[in-house]
């Protein structure tokens, strides 16, 4: 009897994800904007909290300076973002006929290295590379815009974002009563638990962001690449999309060394710079800011960054991680979850070790106490 109940338990748990996945699936124009403006909320939490307390705001008035101020840094990140792309534009046509001249040059040391016969359909100049590029190239900018879907909901985001710091205390109130046999002690202690772990995550990028496109634009500059600087700070601003940011924006400075350099050993150098730098961020600069405070094993990133993908592309990516470290809270916080809070947290050193290592120091120790 206890089997069946078991069996019908794990079908409706199952039923039930299934459901739930294929909802936010389905509800993502309307789930997005909200995430982003909760994010954003919680973002900008401490200079509405000053307007208040410090300056004696009253909240419209805070909540109203708190969402100018995101505006004119969003709006003056956007514009720089339009000129320089807008500049790049429109040198497309000189870029565009040298990257067909370095094509059939490849085409032709190909033919000569491994003796291919030009009749072979293997490499053709018949594919006329200036009609792939020509027509794409002035898409760049386009695809860029539309890459995050933050840009389509630009009217929702802040009216969202406008409520969540204006209605606050209403939302704790709901809180309080949609868990009500929990005391208020508890889920306070809850809320500041995601407060300060968003809090931490969103700053510590903004750390991480500055320091790797400064090393990003120094490595640049090294090598003589144009506009080093937007370059450096957008791909590091591509870090928002974890792990593969910093490589999809290595490849719009490697394609202008490609066009402006007469050796492709400069293209070769900005995608070994950009790679070394990823490799110094992941292992050292993110982990020694951020700390501990977002303790989330590289197996769930992953799995977390490729799930959020396919629910909502690039845009689930990017909250792909301050939504996992959500739910470890959650679950650590709730008894019969904590199965999944251990599994999404850091393994420790214990865990890590060989069995066969640890034998190995047993039969030492009981080896030592035998000896006279």
């Known amino acids: 009897m206890n089997s069946k109940k078991q069996i019908t338990h794990s079908a409706f748990s199952l039923l039930s994800l299934i459901a739930v996945v294929f909802i936010l699936y389905i509800l993502k124009p309307l789930i997005i904007p909200i995430l982003y ?74 033919y000569d290295t491994f003796g291919i016969s030009r009749r072979s359909s293997l490499f053709t100049k018949d594919l006329r590379l200036e009609s792939l590029l020509k027509g794409r190239f002035d898409k760049i900018g386009e695809f860029i815009y539309q890459s995050g879907s933050l840009f389509s909901y630009l009217v929702l985001i802040p009216i969202y974002l406008f ?88 490849l719009l400075p ?18 070994a710079i950009f790679s070394f730098i990823q490799f110094l961020e992941g292992n050292f600069i993110t982990p020694k800011i951020t700390g501990s405070q977002v303790s989330i094993n590289a197996f769930i990133a992953i799995l977390s960054l490729i799930i959020f993908s396919m629910l909502w592309g690039i845009a689930g990516m990017i909250v792909a991680l301050p939504i996992t470290a959500t739910l470890k809270i959650i679950f650590d916080n709730t008894p019969e979850y904590h199965a999944y809070g251990f599994l999404i947290g850091e393994p420790i050193d214990k865990h890590l070790h060989s069995s066969v290592r640890n034998r190995l120091k047993a039969w030492k120790k009981i080896r030592k106490m035998k000896l006279p």
């Open 163 to 250: 409520f969540f710091l204006y209605y606050r205390r209403f939302f704790r109130v709901f809180y309080y009563k949609l868990f009500i046999n929990k005391p208020k002690v508890f889920l306070n202690r809850m809320i500041r638990k995601v407060y300060k772990i968003q809090q931490n995550y969103l700053l510590g990028l903004i750390k991480v962001i500055i320091i790797v496109g400064c090393l990003n634009s120094i490595g640049l500059l090294l090598l003589g690449i144009g506009n080093p600087f937007f370059f450096g700070f957008l791909a590091a601003f591509l870090l928002l999309i974890p792990y593969i940011g910093i490589f999809i924006g290595s």
């Open 37 to 110: 403006a909760s994010i954003l909320a919680i973002m900008i939490f401490p200079i509405q909290n000053f307007l208040e307390k410090k300056w004696r705001c009253n909240r419209l008035f805070a909540s109203l300076c708190s969402i100018t101020i995101i505006f004119f840094i969003t709006a003056l990140l956007g514009t720089i973002i339009y000129f320089r792309l807008n500049a790049l534009i429109n040198n497309s046509e000189i870029y565009i006929a040298k990257l067909t001249t370095l094509y059939y040059n490849f085409i032709e040391f190909t």
């Open 254 to 271: 490697a394609i202008v060394a490609l066009a402006t350099k007469d050796s492709a050993w400069y293209a070769f150098g900005v995608i």
